[in-house]
């Protein structure tokens, strides 16, 4: 199970719609998803419309079985949600021993999924840092703008420091340059920045794109809300480069592995 948290403590730079984008990329290709949203705006029940009772809050302060706290999507994809009460149950394991490693603990029994997908809040609060505690990979959207390399850099700073100061090993695995806008001499240059100082890890750029706005709205994902669309091109690229490092990440998809099962059973 692949554990990624969509994180910038830089607002509005993309990380509801990656993960959005990245969930239903990946469920297509078979993969089983389960997005969970850290964010106490709600963004991602707003975006794909579900209601609940039980939510975050419910499994970082009762003692409910994850199942009862999680909700179905579509098809592969499934969601533990939040809303505002979030910011309650952070204060409430503020006051906790072990307050970092709460979410960690809660989500111990989780199986069943081959990718779970954290959609984080901007900022580096309590439930980012347990974010950063349960993942084991970072995916981090950096938006091409005059603030967005700063703030790429003291991302990737804050991350070397979790692992540090918690003996934890959170490999990024993908900086995603956002919001680029291929017309402009300042995106452009920041782009090229970002190529230099990242190359290792770094994806193609996610351009600006109207469709990737409105597609919430509809409450779809781009891929069905506007298919030949920019956005959803450039997501796709991101998706086959996720998926192409499944083995790097020691990821057999479960697809796969009931697949070798029934060989197995019809042998
Ligand atoms: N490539 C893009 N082109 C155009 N609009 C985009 C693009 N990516 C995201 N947006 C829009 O920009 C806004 C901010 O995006 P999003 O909510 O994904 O950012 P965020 O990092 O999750 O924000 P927050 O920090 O508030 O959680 C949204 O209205 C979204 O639809
Ligand atoms: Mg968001």
Redesign the pocket.
């Given at each position: 199970m692949r554990k990624i948290c969509i994180i910038?403590q830089?607002?509005?730079?993309?990380?509801?719609?990656?993960?959005i984008n990245l969930a239903y990329g990946l469920a297509k290709e078979g993969r089983r998803v389960l997005m969970i949203d850290l964010?106490a705006?709600g963004?991602l029940a707003t975006a794909l419309g579900i209601e609940s009772d039980k939510d975050l809050y419910n499994l970082l302060i009762e003692n409910p079985e994850i199942q009862e706290c999680i909700r179905r999507v579509d098809h592969n994809i499934d969601l533990i949600p939040s809303c505002e009460t979030l910011a309650k149950a952070e204060l409430i394991i503020a006051g906790e021993p072990g307050r970092e490693t709460v979410l960690k603990r809660k989500l111990q029994g989780l199986k069943g999924y081959d990718y779970v997908l954290l959609?984080c809040?901007?900022g580096l609060s309590l439930l980012n840092q347990n974010a950063m505690l349960y993942a084991g990979e970072a995916i981090i959207?950096a938006s091409t703008d005059e603030l967005g390399l700063d703030a790429l850099r003291k991302m990737i700073m804050v991350l070397q420091k979790m692992n540090e100061v918690f003996d934890h090993d959170i490999i990024i695995s993908k900086v995603v340059p956002?919001?680029?806008d291929t017309r402009t001499r300042l995106s452009k240059m920041v782009l090229a920045q970002m190529q230099s100082e990242f190359y290792t890890n770094i994806s193609d750029p996610?351009?600006?794109?109207?469709k990737?706005?409105e597609?919430?709205n509809r409450k779809k994902s781009v891929f069905k809300f506007a298919r030949s669309s920019n956005?959803a091109k450039?997501y796709l690229k991101l998706i086959k480069s996720v998926i192409h490092d499944e083995k790097k990440f020691g990821l057999t998809p479960i697809i796969e592995m009931n697949g070798k099962q029934a060989e197995e059973q019809e042998a």
């Amino acid at each position: 199970m692949r554990k990624i948290c969509i994180i910038n403590q830089k607002g509005g730079v993309g990380k509801t719609t990656t993960t959005i984008n990245l969930a239903y990329g990946l469920a297509k290709e078979g993969r089983r998803v389960l997005m969970i949203d850290l964010d106490a705006q709600g963004n991602l029940a707003t975006a794909l419309g579900i209601e609940s009772d039980k939510d975050l809050y419910n499994l970082l302060i009762e003692n409910p079985e994850i199942q009862e706290c999680i909700r179905r999507v579509d098809h592969n994809i499934d969601l533990i949600p939040s809303c505002e009460t979030l910011a309650k149950a952070e204060l409430i394991i503020a006051g906790e021993p072990g307050r970092e490693t709460v979410l960690k603990r809660k989500l111990q029994g989780l199986k069943g999924y081959d990718y779970v997908l954290l959609d984080c809040p901007p900022g580096l609060s309590l439930l980012n840092q347990n974010a950063m505690l349960y993942a084991g990979e970072a995916i981090i959207p950096a938006s091409t703008d005059e603030l967005g390399l700063d703030a790429l850099r003291k991302m990737i700073m804050v991350l070397q420091k979790m692992n540090e100061v918690f003996d934890h090993d959170i490999i990024i695995s993908k900086v995603v340059p956002t919001m680029h806008d291929t017309r402009t001499r300042l995106s452009k240059m920041v782009l090229a920045q970002m190529q230099s100082e990242f190359y290792t890890n770094i994806s193609d750029p996610i351009r600006m794109n109207s469709k990737l706005r409105e597609a919430p709205n509809r409450k779809k994902s781009v891929f069905k809300f506007a298919r030949s669309s920019n956005g959803a091109k450039d997501y796709l690229k991101l998706i086959k480069s996720v998926i192409h490092d499944e083995k790097k990440f020691g990821l057999t998809p479960i697809i796969e592995m009931n697949g070798k099962q029934a060989e197995e059973q019809e042998a």
